[in-house]
């Protein structure tokens, strides 16, 4: 069960981080498009950072910690059921 838990989260990471990584990228060839005077989407990418792509950066940094977290805990957790045995 925890096995498949944290396959699910860390899949669920993997989709958000290209979802963060394809917002700065748009991002850079927006500006890009800015100072160059062609519209490239800068506005929509405006409206879209609250409530888009601020949640996003934020539940990557919350399950990235997440993860380790329960990953180092259950290392320790192995690792004394281990040396009970």
Same mark, same amino acid.
């Given at each position: ?31 890009? $498009?800015? *100072?160059?005077? #062609?519209?490239?989407? &800068? %506005?929509?990418?405006?409206? !879209? ?18 993860? $380790?977290? *329960?990953?180092? #805990?259950?290392?320790? &957790? %192995?690792?004394?059921?281990? !040396?009970?045995?």
């Amino acid at each position: 069960m925890k096995d498949k838990l944290l396959n699910w989260l860390n899949t669920a990471l993997v989709a958000d981080f290209f979802l963060v990584l394809l917002s700065f990228f748009w991002l850079a060839i927006a500006v890009i $498009g800015h *100072t160059l005077h #062609i519209p490239l989407g &800068l %506005d929509l990418w405006y409206k !879209l950072w609250q409530p888009v792509f601020t949640p996003a950066i934020g539940i990557l940094m919350a399950g990235s910690i997440i993860s $380790g977290l *329960t990953s180092w #805990i259950f290392k320790r &957790l %192995d690792s004394r059921q281990q !040396l009970k045995n």
